[in-house]
């Protein structure tokens, strides 16, 4: 707290008009958050004068550091040419050709203002496509996944907190025989969709499994339901959409964070003959939206779009491959993992994926892949070590979320990845009795 006086004050003065000074709740620390003053490539200093290495990189939105010239230079652009036209302009036809163009399986792309409202809006089309087939409502999702401030199943009770008027039906993520069953188990012809992420990013970086991913592809296409995959934080995992390293095509996709340039941003999209519907010249779907095609996010995302070429994107993943592995082997080789069910499996984190799914966690691992990971505790002092995990991150001059996500940007290089290594390793060292 002494370090970060002048972030107290501001918050105390903050939660004169928002309620507990906060308006994104993710952002809440306690005692009280601190304040930014500004950013630079991979650092972020605050008010206090302090300075950390971004490795939360904005939930996944700020890829490109912070202040980029390339994107700088963009909205640099924007602002010369004026940005509240009310009508169409040639870069909105640039970023929506980027991203049909990377992205195979979005045929046909409309934009709006967050990954929440894409996925709304993929659901309300999904619902929509099904509107002739009254019972056709329902919505499967998953436990952990997370949608969006309307749509999450993240919640500590496993409860989802969903505030949409939908039937949703939550199953467990990367259940195979349980997801068959509670399809079965559904009134027939009342599936209209099935929303999930390929990797869980806030639920915790675990992959979804090829079986699972396609079983999800059999289920829709025998109930004559639509398929969406939320790529709002998974696109970065590989050029072409995560989806297509398991080559299954889902019929919607949604996209949003980084693909805005760092702006605010959301986009759903996929079969055209489902996209289609939205043509004002067949006047089926309506989708006004005053910022849909806000300038500055045009602008910065097609900046940003040529920015992350496949080679700078396999850069970033493979650097975080391989930061997952340092911190393995330091877990490994201070006898965090024993107990393991495969401890000597060629691949650590095969080992801690089995005995994760077998339900005996290490009391501290890492998942995720490439550039994005969590750092996980689990026992019943979970959360005190979690807490503390975060403080000595912030005490080594690192941030992270305090739920341990983290997502490298492309401003990250091997020095900041040594710093972040040996913070770990300092943990480990000084908390080992406890792990
Ligand atoms: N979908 C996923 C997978 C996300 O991770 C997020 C945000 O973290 C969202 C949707 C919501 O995006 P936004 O915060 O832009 O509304």
Not at 128 to 145: C, H, I, N, S, Y
Not at 299 to 312: F, I, N
Request: contains cysteine; charged residues 20%.
């Amino acid at each position: 707290t002494k370090k970060h006086l002048t972030s107290k004050k501001s918050h105390d003065e903050a939660c004169l008009y928002m309620p507990g000074g906060n308006t994104r709740t993710v952002l809440h620390t306690s005692p009280f958050p601190f304040t930014i003053e500004s950013a630079h490539s991979c650092y972020l200093k605050t008010v206090d004068g302090h300075s950390y290495i971004d490795f939360l990189g904005e939930y996944t939105a700020g890829i490109y550091g912070h202040n980029h010239p390339v994107i700088r230079a963009a909205i640099e652009k924007a602002l010369d040419g004026g940005w509240n036209y009310g009508a169409h302009s040639k870069i909105e036809q640039e970023l929506a050709k980027a991203i049909c163009t990377r992205f195979p399986a979005m045929e046909m792309v409309r934009f709006v203002n967050s990954g929440t409202e894409a996925n709304m809006m993929a659901l309300a089309t999904a619902l929509a496509v099904a509107r002739d087939t009254p019972v056709k409502k329902k919505v499967l999702v998953f436990q952990k996944g997370y949608h969006g401030s309307t749509i999450s199943g993240r919640t500590p009770s496993g409860k989802p907190s969903i505030n949409l008027p939908h039937e949703f039906v939550l199953g467990k993520y990367n259940d195979v025989q349980g997801t068959k069953h509670l399809v079965a188990s559904l009134p027939e012809n009342s599936l209209a969709a099935i929303l999930v992420e390929p990797m869980l990013g806030s639920g915790g970086c675990y992959a979804a499994t090829c079986d699972f991913l396609s079983t999800l592809r059999n289920l829709a296409t025998q109930n004559k339901a639509l398929l969406v995959f939320d790529e709002v934080m998974t696109s970065r995992l590989s050029y072409h959409g995560y989806g297509t390293v398991y080559d299954i095509a889902p019929d919607l996709m949604t996209l949003g964070k980084y693909l805005g340039g760092g702006m605010t941003f959301g986009a759903f999209g996929g079969r055209d003959t489902i996209m289609s519907l939205y043509d004002p010249r067949k006047g089926q779907l309506e989708h006004p939206g005053t910022f849909n095609n806000n300038v500055f996010t045009m602008h910065a995302g097609v900046a940003g779009a040529k920015l992350l070429t496949p080679e700078t994107l396999d850069a970033l993943n493979e650097r975080g491959d391989a930061m997952r592995g340092e911190i393995d082997t330091i877990l490994r080789v201070h006898g965090i993992y024993d107990g393991c069910t495969v401890p000597s499996a060629p691949v650590v984190d095969e080992a801690v994926h089995q005995a994760v799914n077998a339900g005996r966690p290490p009391k501290m691992y890492i998942k995720g892949v490439g550039s994005l990971m969590c750092m996980h505790f689990a026992g019943p002092d979970r959360e005190e070590l979690q807490g503390l995990f975060w403080h000595h991150m912030l005490e080594n001059g690192v941030y992270i979320a305090q739920r341990g996500f983290i997502a490298l940007n492309i401003e990250i290089t091997q020095k900041h990845v040594e710093s972040f290594v040996s913070a770990v390793e300092e943990f480990v060292t000084q908390w080992r009795d406890e792990l």
